[in-house]
């Protein structure tokens, strides 16, 4: 089901399921990601979609099953180690570093990461608006351009596989425009994609495949374009 | 007269650089792990009371002794946040007083055990009796300029550290949400560690400054706890020139009380931190 | 055995002690010699202030490390109010809880202006200013402090065995007023609100409790406590003088360390903790600056491992509350 020859995908997570105390977040789910592959994970709120890049992250409090990223089962590692090896969180509200000017949040994003790829002035180049406001405190900014930022923090850790959690939440609809149109490019250059969303349209109008949680489970899995609406919008809403 | 008061109002400023000294190191526990350390006072004394050994014992200059105290400093505040206090620091208010709290009984008497109950002092030299006279009735003591002038530099120092390197940065985020950071792949708990260990950095200059110019013995802690306290909320939280404001505040009022009757030193001086803090909770530079 | 009917027998059994305990206080004064007798109405002042600092630290977030500024007020007040103003002493004793009371109030000013570890200093830095101010007062003695007179001591019985039993008597009675009124507090709407506030302190915002009304209530409510015990201390020790009324280490840090080991936000904590802490300085008397160590040891390895304290351990096994308050302390 990977759109990926022959070997293994990026990332592969199996029976995987995440839980907070007593709570099962993720029960165990399926999925894999391939290099250079668009990802998508849909789903209601609560549905499990954020605990998910949190255990890839190593964030979660308790998982069981297996987490696999690039041959290698995460099982154990810290994020900072987790990041040092090329995966990076545009995390859920973005969660940048309000008194922080825009450079150093941005900077903080390469001194995590692969030290590689990308470099300060490409992300400039991604992100124009954010070049003149490099030095102001990331608090100052709209919540547009500080997705911005955090968007450019992930990226300049240079990662193999970047993790968007929601982020077009609270963004008005252009603006969202000008960051999806940035997921292709990123996909460009071989980084395989995970997204999660709410925007069921605006998320499979991106992905090579997708999942669709509901209560912790993945209920369908397939490619936009071989899948019909009617039957995504059952599986999502568990109909 | 004339002459007279403002001799004591710059003795109280000198003074205050000090306090800014001992100060400081409270002001950035304060303002980047947001706890209020209440052995602060005591950890300073037990340096001091190291830096005695060093020199009474075996005979080291009190520079060399500093010198060769300082990398410690960093390492026990180092040691002493990630081992310790990293434990309370999510937790509850009380959790932290009472760690910190129960650590201060510990240091002062495990001194008071150690050294006994006597004040001290390190000999300074000349540099202690020398005395500057600008005429007026205006004398300056070349020792308590040198505090002064040290507390400015550190201050600065501390300043560009925070503002200006990665490492400063890294401490920033840190300190601003350290959810953030753990979701983003900073390591928080050493970060905390390495700023804590500034801190003590801080603690050991202070140290050595200290107990040169003020007689200490192993009670002398939380005296020195208040009047960081009084000048890191006088200053406004977060602000380490503020801080150094705050500390010069302290020492003023002191200086003049202390014309009135030796015991109205310190009197006055809460007095006025109770005063100034009515009139402006936040501080003079909050953040 | 079913493990619903294996559980009842311990909360008797624990009640049972108490009821044992208290009836042993009542016999005191017919099975205790006056030393012992001393001991017990030290043991109960102490109690007292525990279960005040318990109250404030526990139940209403207000952690201070100033307390003994309060106590110092009701030892000077009690001096002033029978030496100086010549009023009866039995009516001296109430005055000077009320004195620590007014002194409270401007307090309040400054204390909830700060917030967790600042407002702990800040009650510190009103502590200092009480003992200093204190110390400046010639008619007290100023700097050394001044004894009681014979007279006053007198008052309350015409021999050492009458006064301590007479001294004792107020120092259980105000131990029982002190707990049981506190006790009704918690279990008023006042107490209701605080408890509701330490388990989601948002969402008791939004139910209308008034939180701050509540934290002003018990910071009110333990001054005069605390000024009671300190005029009942001056009729112990004799006498008034700065360090010694206004003494941290006795007032303070001590009944920190009790409520701490006994066990915080309970209302069995503060007795446990009372009586471990006489246990404690028993044994350790002799180990000089140790038994401090050991005592701040055992403080911090408690906030680390159990921060509910002794009674908190206990709890592990003993299904209910002796004193049922329904509190839950703040979570790990």
């Known amino acids: 089901m990977t759109s990926t020859p022959s070997h293994a995908p990026l990332l592969s997570v199996e029976r995987l399921s995440v839980f907070y105390d007593q709570f099962r977040a993720v029960d165990a789910i399926d999925l894999t990601v391939g290099a250079g592959e668009i990802v998508s994970i849909i789903g209601a709120n609560g549905a499990g979609k954020s605990s998910l890049l949190k255990a890839i992250i190593g964030q979660a409090d308790r998982i069981e099953g297996t987490i696999r990223y690039d041959g290698e089962d995460l099982a154990g590692r810290t994020t900072p180690q987790i990041v040092a090896k090329g995966i990076a969180l545009v995390p859920e509200g973005r969660r940048l570093f309000a008194s922080l000017s825009v450079e150093e949040n941005l900077h903080l994003g390469w001194e995590v990461g692969r030290r590689n790829g990308l470099s300060l002035d490409e992300v400039f180049d991604f992100f124009p608006v954010l070049r003149e406001r490099r030095r102001q405190k990331a608090r100052e900014l709209s919540g547009g351009q500080q997705q911005m930022v955090a968007l450019g923090r992930a990226l300049l850790a240079d990662p193999k596989l970047l993790l968007c959690d929601e982020i077009s939440l609270g963004l008005a609809p252009l603006i969202v425009d000008q960051l999806y149109k940035l997921i292709p490019a990123i996909k460009q250059r071989g980084i395989g994609i995970l997204i999660v969303e709410q925007d069921i349209t605006r998320s499979l109008a991106v992905a090579d495949r997708f999942y669709c949680l509901l209560e912790g489970k993945v209920t369908l899995a397939g490619r936009p374009g071989e899948t019909s609406r009617d039957v995504v919008m059952q599986h999502y809403f568990g109909l | 007269m004339a002459g007279a008061l403002a001799n004591q109002i710059i003795q109280g400023i000198l003074l205050g650089g000090l306090y800014a000294l001992f100060a400081v190191g409270l002001s950035l526990s304060v303002g980047i792990m947001r706890f209020v350390n209440i052995a602060h006072g005591d950890l300073i004394v037990l340096v001091s009371f190291v830096l005695l050994s060093l020199t009474s014992k075996l005979g080291l200059p009190l520079v060399l002794a500093t010198a060769i105290v300082l990398p410690i400093t960093f390492g026990g505040g180092y040691l002493l946040q990630r081992l310790l206090l990293q434990r309370v620091l999510g937790q509850s208010v009380l959790a932290i007083v009472l760690v910190t709290f129960g650590l201060s009984v510990i240091v002062q008497n495990a001194l008071q055990g150690t050294y006994g109950a006597d004040t001290r002092l390190i000999p300074g030299g000349d540099i202690v009796t020398a005395t500057i006279h600008l005429g007026g009735g205006i004398n300056i003591g070349v020792l308590p300029l040198t505090i002064f002038m040290s507390a400015v530099a550190l201050v600065f120092a501390l300043d560009r550290l925070l503002y200006r390197t990665r490492l400063g940065a890294r401490i920033r985020a840190v300190s601003d949400n350290v959810a953030s950071a753990n979701l983003v792949g900073l390591k928080s708990a050493h970060i905390y560690a390495v700023a804590m260990g500034i801190v003590g950095v801080t603690m050991g200059i202070s140290a050595a400054f200290m107990a040169v110019s003020t007689n200490f013995d192993p009670t002398s802690g939380p005296s020195r706890l208040l009047v960081a306290f009084e000048a890191v909320v006088l200053g406004g939280l977060g602000s380490l020139w503020g801080t150094l404001a705050g500390g010069i505040i302290v020492g003023v009022a002191q200086s003049i009380g202390a014309q009135f009757d030796a015991g109205w030193q310190l009197l006055a001086g809460h007095l006025v931190f109770l005063a100034v803090f009515l009139l402006r909770p936040q501080g003079l530079f909050p953040k | ?332």
């Open chain 3, 1 to 332: 055995m079913t493990s619903l009917t294996g559980k009842l027998p311990l909360v008797a059994i624990g009640r049972g002690l108490l009821g044992l305990l208290l009836a042993m206080l009542f016999a005191a004064p017919w099975i205790f010699d006056p030393a012992e007798l001393q001991i017990l109405t030290e043991l109960l002042c102490l109690l007292v202030l525990a279960v005040m600092w318990n109250l404030l630290a526990g139940y209403a977030d207000i952690v201070t490390i100033g307390q003994h500024g309060f106590v110092g007020i009701g030892c000077y007040a009690f001096y002033g109010f029978v030496v100086l103003a010549g009023v009866d002493p039995y009516l001296a004793i109430p005055l000077a809880g009320l004195t620590s009371l007014a002194f409270a109030i401007p307090s309040m000013v400054v204390v909830f202006r700060l917030r967790a570890a600042y407002l702990a200093v800040g009650t510190w830095v009103l502590a200092e200013v009480m003992m200093l101010g204190a110390g400046k007062i010639n008619a007290f003695g100023a700097g050394l402090g001044v004894s009681l007179p014979v007279s006053v001591v007198r008052a309350f019985g015409g021999n050492i065995v009458e006064r301590f039993t007479t001294i004792y008597w107020m120092s259980l009675a105000l131990a029982l007023v002190a707990m049981g009124a506190t006790y009704a507090l918690m279990r008023s709407s006042t107490g209701i609100g605080l408890t509701a506030m330490r388990d989601d302190e948002e969402a008791a915002g939004t139910v209308g409790v008034n939180l701050f009304r509540a934290r002003v209530a018990c910071f009110l409510w333990a001054a005069p406590f605390l000024g009671l015990a300190g005029a009942l201390i001056t009729l112990q020790k004799l006498r008034v003088a700065p360090a010694a009324s206004f003494s941290i280490i006795d007032w303070t840090v001590y009944i920190i360390f009790i409520v701490i080991i006994g066990g915080v936000g309970s209302f069995e904590g503060p007795i446990i903790g009372t009586l471990v802490f006489f246990l404690i300085r028993e044994y350790l008397q002799g180990w000089g600056v140790w038994h401090f160590i050991v005592l701040g040891a055992v403080s911090i390895a408690m906030v680390l491992i159990e921060p509910r304290g002794i009674w908190g351990l206990l709890r592990r096994i003993v299904p209910g509350d002796l004193i049922p308050v329904s509190h839950k302390p703040p979570r790990r």
